[in-house]
């Protein structure tokens, strides 16, 4: 019997008081792709960080290959064979491919040879694994898809034997993810081993061998992928029952709430983003716009969160708002009654060095309950407004004081939510509710949305999860290139109608 | 979690970072061949030993408090104002042109005069910086500092051309008025039944400081708009979310940063010199960015930060007038200080996070 490609045998790791890693032992056999999933925070990063060198196991041992090798630095793993994709890249912007590849690897002073060599070699992966990039574009030309394959290029030419991917679909289109996949699959039947680091239990579904459960830093469970499904998966990560998909009663659609007619937007480039945009949204329903990412979405909610300016129409309960921007801003909006929850959590939404207290005001901050005096603000209410909100929307730890970076990234929404929500509004705008989100508080979040359509509210969600979109709207509205593709009723439609909708393809062209 | 408590983070860095900065000048004085003890003793005795020097101290202090306070604030907003220089300067001739040419009953009325033109002089000369970033995105720190050199040469043509009285040989205005004499604090304090030095230079803008720092805390966290700065200084893009216009933050933190460098005119102009002289300021806007970054633009640090620069002046002064160490020197001892506690602030911070660290997985 061959010797695992990758042996971890009791690793522990605690930061101070925090056990990140505890005893933790896997076996992954070489030329399979091994799925690690668990909730933010669960230690799956710090278990990666420890094989890739970055930091130091108080406890345990290595194998590689079978042969006990000691990782002090990331050196010591790209000697090992061990290479990291990272969720956010490591490229120089204005290099090119092929300066990117050779980076931190040149061999000797002069850097023609080794650009030489890089190419040379860089045509043999490309046709070994069909990972095809244009060695010389520089890389803020290229998308995201193809950053990722250049850092997946940069582990092949360092010699890695060992891909690790933390959360390689975070950024990707569906297409993309789907590319990636098939880029995986051609490593694996190469012999490779890769380790896929994920939330998404669909991804570990469609592409791993074996999977390991992580919860807490311990290792809950590893188990043959075939012989387990997505339920029994998510109950393992947070270690109880968990409701995958939303349990809703039918809408009960009432008056137009919100009237787009003809929105269209040009950026600071000059490049047309909304091309005339138009739908509407009824009380007590949720209307979903599904679309790859960077097909208009965010402009349509920042025109509609007073953020940026367009031409069009837009009615709120048959009032005109200003979409110029000259009398309008998020402020502006909040006050007409909508609200919004951006799609930038960590840098719309929160501001991540403020305590909870102060971010539950952010953008009401004006409220007069929130003065003291004509001069000062009334800080002690505000707190303990914050721990009554944080305590209904389940924020843990229910901590006013604790600044928005300490939270996790459920936690964080959580207050988002919390913030907008409890304002009562008529319309609220949602923009990827539950992106970098443990499962536990996505369930959490879906009902709170729910009720909030139940209570009678018009609700536009914007998403990149189909799931999320099939599961939670009342009516689906499909975004391409700046341009509504059409509407179906989720009962009606599938993955693969939406799928094609969203790659600009037209029913009746189909 | 933090790594460290917060009494390291605040005291223990910054303490450590001064004796490094103290250990090195001490090197530096013995290698031009002098005693290193001597002179620190030498700046003790001359800037706390005696009313008279606690008088220069607190009158240098006050003037980095200003200037200290009027960086730290836009660091909140995450604008970097250089321009304390200029705008001190300009604070001024506000100074000067409200005590020269206003017939002023009585002190207090002059100093509340005074106050007024000092702010609105230096606001207005951080305002065209502050109003070039927000509508033509020209970056602060460049137009600041270009605004310094402004100032100098406009202080100039204006003393020379304009304020000198006839036949005068230097480049300065006119005596103050009488009746626009600040009270010292030697003429506080007397009443009181404690002498204090008559020829100190401290005055009741001393006061005003404190008051100053106190407002400024009170702004930043603890009004509305305080609250819309530090949102907007930590992230833009939020703060244009909530609907906070950042032109509306921009002009008016400038405005209250150049109206705090220009109130430190009221100590040295109003105070001190009883007249505008040319360079009135002496660097202390300068000082003041070294202040703000040692203070943590926390106005209770800054205030420390300024009576730590005060002392290096005032000792600075002395160690040049009683022993053969140049006056160059004491600039070399205020530039190791920035250079620690400034510049060189994370070079403790991260060995000194493991030691915590360390001290607490052992205490468990």
């Known amino acids: 019997m061959t010797a695992p490609a990758i042996e971890l045998n009791g690793i522990s790791k605690a930061f101070g008081p925090v056990q990140a890693n505890k005893d933790i032992s896997i076996r992954v056999m070489p030329g399979t792709i091994h799925g690690i999933i668990g909730e933010n925070g669960a230690g799956k990063s710090t278990l990666m960080s420890i094989l890739c060198g970055f930091y130091k196991a108080d406890a345990g041992e290595i194998f590689i290959n079978g042969t006990l090798t000691p990782i002090p630095d990331s050196q010591a793993a790209i000697r090992a064979g061990i290479g990291m994709v990272f969720q956010h890249f490591k490229l120089v912007q204005n290099f090119s491919v092929l300066e990117n590849i050779i980076l931190g690897v040149e061999e000797g002073a002069l850097l023609r040879p080794s650009l030489a060599k890089a190419r040379k070699e860089l045509q043999h992966l490309a046709d070994e694994y069909e990972l095809r990039v244009d060695p010389d574009a520089l890389i803020q030309d290229l998308s995201v898809g193809h950053q990722q394959r250049v850092e997946i290029l940069k582990a092949l030419y360092r010699k890695a034997q060992i891909l690790i991917l933390d959360e390689p679909t975070g950024v990707l289109t569906p297409a993309e993810a789907d590319q990636l996949f098939r880029i995986l699959e051609r490593l694996r039947a190469e012999g490779k081993t890769i380790i896929l680091i994920t939330h998404k239990l669909r991804e570990i579904m469609h592409i791993t061998d074996t999977v390991s459960v992580m919860r807490r830093g311990q290792m809950t469970d590893t188990v043959k992928t075939k012989d387990t499904n997505p339920q029994q998966l998510a109950e393992m990560m947070v270690g109880r029952k968990v409701l995958l998909r939303v349990d809703k009663a039918p809408a009960q659609p009432g008056a137009n709430v919100l009237e787009v007619d003809n929105l269209r937007v040009t950026d600071d480039d000059g490049v047309d983003r909304l091309k005339g945009i138009s739908l509407n949204v009824r009380a007590g329903e949720i209307l979903g716009i599904a679309g790859v990412a960077g097909n208009g979405q965010s402009h349509l909610m920042q025109v509609l969160g007073g953020i940026t300016p367009g031409t069009g129409t837009v009615l709120l309960n048959g009032q005109e708002l200003d979409l110029t921007g000259k009398s309008s801003d998020g402020r502006s909006r909040r006050k007409r009654g909508i609200a919004h929850v951006p799609e930038d959590r960590q840098h719309e939404g929160l501001i991540m060095d403020f305590s909870a207290w102060e971010n539950t005001v952010f953008g009401y901050d004006d409220d007069p309950a929130y003065q003291a005096n004509a001069l000062l603000m009334d800080n002690g209410a505000i707190r303990a407004e914050t721990a009554a909100k944080m305590e209904r929307f389940d924020v843990r730890p229910p901590d006013p004081q604790l600044a928005a970076k300490n939270f996790s990234g459920g936690n964080q929404q959580k207050i988002v939510l919390a913030r907008e929500i409890e304002r009562n509004p008529d319309l609220l705008l949602v923009g990827q509710p539950t992106r970098g989100v443990d499962i536990g508080a996505i369930e959490f979040i879906h009902k709170r949305l729910v009720e909030l359509r139940d209570a009678g509210k018009a609700i536009l969600l914007v998403s990149v999860e189909l799931e999320e979109i099939l599961s939670l709207s009342d009516r689906i509205a499909v975004m391409f290139d700046g341009q509504i593709m059409g509407e179906r009723l989720p009962g009606e439609t599938d993955e693969k109608e939406l799928g094609l909708l969203m790659a600009g393809v037209r029913e009746e062209a189909a | ?364």
């Open chain 2, 1 to 364: 979690m933090s790594k460290m408590p917060k009494w390291a983070d605040i005291v223990l860095i910054p303490l450590i970072n001064l004796m490094l900065a103290f250990a090195l000048s001490a090197l530096v004085i013995l290698a031009i061949g002098e005693d290193p003890v001597e002179a620190l003793i030498l700046m003790v005795k001359g800037s706390f030993g005696s009313t008279y020097g606690w008088g220069y101290t607190l009158y240098y202090t006050t003037n980095f408090v200003f200037t200290g306070l009027a960086v730290a604030v836009a660091f909140h907003a995450a604008l970097f104002n250089i321009g304390g220089e200029g705008q001190a300067q300009l604070g001024g001739l506000g100074v000067a042109l409200i005590c020269l040419y206003l017939p002023w009953p009585h002190w207090s009325l002059a100093l509340l005069g005074a106050m007024l033109g000092a702010a609105a002089f230096g606001a207005a000369w951080a305002a065209i910086p502050a109003w070039l970033q927000a509508k033509r995105g020209s970056h602060v720190v460049i137009t600041t500092i270009m605004f310094n050199f402004i100032a100098a040469a406009l202080l100039n043509y204006v003393l020379v051309n304009l304020l000198r009285p006839p036949r005068a040989q230097d480049p300065s205005s006119a005596k103050f008025p009488e009746v626009t004499h600040l009270p010292t604090l030697h003429d506080i304090l007397s009443p009181l039944g404690i002498s204090f030095s008559k020829s100190a230079p401290a005055n009741i803008t001393l006061f005003l400081a404190i008051a100053a720092c106190f407002g400024v805390w009170l702004l930043i966290w603890r009004t509305r708009f305080g609250y819309q700065l530090r949102a907007f200084g930590k992230s833009e893009p939020a703060a244009i979310y909530a609907g906070i216009s950042p032109t509306r933050i921009i002009m008016i933190t400038m405005l209250i940063s150049g109206g705090l460098a220009g109130l430190m005119a009221v100590n040295n102009v109003m105070g001190e010199a009883e007249k505008l002289v040319l360079n009135a300021t002496e660097g202390a806007g300068f000082i003041g960015i070294a202040v703000a970054l040692m203070g943590r633009s926390h106005p209770f640090g800054v205030a420390l930060a300024a009576l730590l620069f005060g002392f290096l002046y005032q000792g600075g002064a002395e160690l040049a007038l009683w022993t053969d160490i140049p006056r160059e020197m004491i600039v070399v001892i205020q530039a190791l200080v920035i250079l620690f506690t400034g510049a060189l602030d994370n070079m403790l911070r991260m060995p000194l996070e493991r030691v915590f660290l360390a001290l607490r997985s052992e205490g468990k």
